[in-house]
């Protein structure tokens, strides 16, 4: 089933009302329900910080890896959550750093923070329900949307060792945020699953209080998809197939590209002249960004979740049929790959000549790309986090490259 509504190129634009509201129930729920008992669910993003990657991996730990050697900085931090609630011990969003420490969100509704010198848990605080977005901090004040469908700010207050999460307002929507909301000059815009995406007015206290946000656009289906903002507009993708362009300040449509035949997970990136989107369809679309015409489609055998990376003037992104594609970033035409031997949904992060990310079989990568778009490994051996928490050697000395 989840094969069926993530990796084939079932088109819904087409499909009766009631056919696509039993398509997005099944979707949330084979989403909610996906993590097993005893078995962590996730696709963590990551964050560098000098020659550190920060990333969450999919056994629900904390990990600072340095990524000349992927060998750890410290021992991986596990998430810790209540005694019956170990099946959700899942890290869905990219880390925040923020003064020294790590900020993120589990799936069984806590903000964590964490000490980047030694992976020390500062500070938790729980928000009632399942977090999938990552959290954004802006000036001392951090904002995470949850499954309940408020999004949160908190006042942050760091003082060493000493955190203070003091929740500030929130403001509700009418369903499930999964996306991690911008901040465009006073407006902060965020999307969620009841098909809209908001501008809500930080310097209206009132307007907060009430619900009443300074703009509202709504699509023609649940949008998970985080907001990129470039230039005073707003690029983001939804489930009913299209991609938007949309005044950041009035949330009026500029343009919508409807060449995809299925929907909008990951996040799309920009060189500032192209909007990089990618579909759940497995293609990744160059689109133009001032009127959305398409420039380039490339195609992969599985979906696109996570989103991609640019590196030099290449474009590399990940796929659920288990290969990192590389691109020419004017072209897109493949000029290099390579096969991890499972599916990678997390999204991709660059340092300049080199990618990093999760795959599905617990292991963090660092892939060299040559200035020919072929790709190598970086590290003598992948980190396998399940080998971490079971207390083996999470870099094997027997592994054999696979790129």
């Known amino acids: 089933m989840y094969n069926f509504f993530l990796e084939r190129n079932v088109s819904t634009k087409l499909l009766p009302l009631f056919v696509k509201l039993i398509l997005l129930l099944t979707l949330l729920a084979i989403f909610i329900g996906c993590s097993r008992v005893g078995t962590a ?4 993003g990551g964050v560098l910080v000098d020659e550190s990657l920060i990333i969450g991996s999919m056994d629900g730990q904390l990990l600072s890896l340095n990524t000349e050697t992927g060998r750890q900085d410290w021992a991986p931090t596990l998430i810790r959550v209540d005694d019956d609630k170990d099946d959700r011990r899942a890290i869905y969003g990219t880390p925040a750093v923020y003064e020294g420490v790590a900020f993120l969100g589990s799936y069984d509704g806590k903000i964590h923070a964490y000490d980047l010198e030694d992976g020390a848990l500062l500070d938790t605080e729980p928000i009632a329900d399942e977090i999938v977005g990552a959290p954004l ?11 309940d469908g408020f999004m949160h700010a908190f006042n942050i ?3 060493g060792q000493e955190i203070t999460m003091e929740r500030k307002w929130k403001f509700q929507t009418g369903s499930s945020i999964w996306s991690t909301p911008q901040v465009f000059e006073n407006l902060l815009i965020f999307s969620s699953l009841d098909h809209k995406i908001y501008g809500l007015d930080l310097t209206c206290n009132t307007c907060i209080e009430s619900g009443s946000p300074e703009w509202v656009y709504e699509t023609g289906g649940a949008v998970a998809s985080s907001p990129l903002v470039l230039n005073g507009e707003v690029y983001i993708g939804s489930f009913d197939g299209n991609f938007y362009s949309l005044d950041a300040l009035s949330g009026k449509e500029i343009w919508r590209f409807t060449g995809a035949s299925n929907w909008y997970w990951g996040s799309a ?6 909007i990089y989107a990618p579909s759940l369809n497995g293609s990744l679309y160059a689109l133009n960004k001032n009127d959305g015409s398409l420039r380039w489609e490339s195609k992969t055998k599985g979906a696109i979740v996570g989103s991609p990376a640019i590196v030099s003037d290449m474009i590399a992104y990940g796929s659920k049929d288990g290969d990192l594609y590389v691109s020419e970033l ?8 390579c096969s991890t031997g499972d599916k990678i949904e997390a999204p991709i992060i660059s340092d300049g000549d080199s990618v990093y990310f999760s795959v599905r079989d617990h292991s963090i990568r660092a892939i060299q790309i040559k200035g020919n778009g072929n790709p190598d490994e970086k590290w003598d051996a992948p980190y396998f986090s399940n080998k971490a928490k079971d207390g083996e050697i999470p870099n094997p000395s027997d592994w054999a490259p696979s790129c």
């Open 157 to 159: 207050s760091i003082r």
């Open 330 to 337: 004017s072209t897109g035409i493949v000029i290099g790959s």
């Open 41 to 44: 669910q996730g696709w963590s």
């Open 137 to 147: 901090i802006e000036n001392d004040v951090m904002y995470i949307g949850s499954s």
């Open 269 to 274: 990136i920009t060189d500032g002249s192209v």
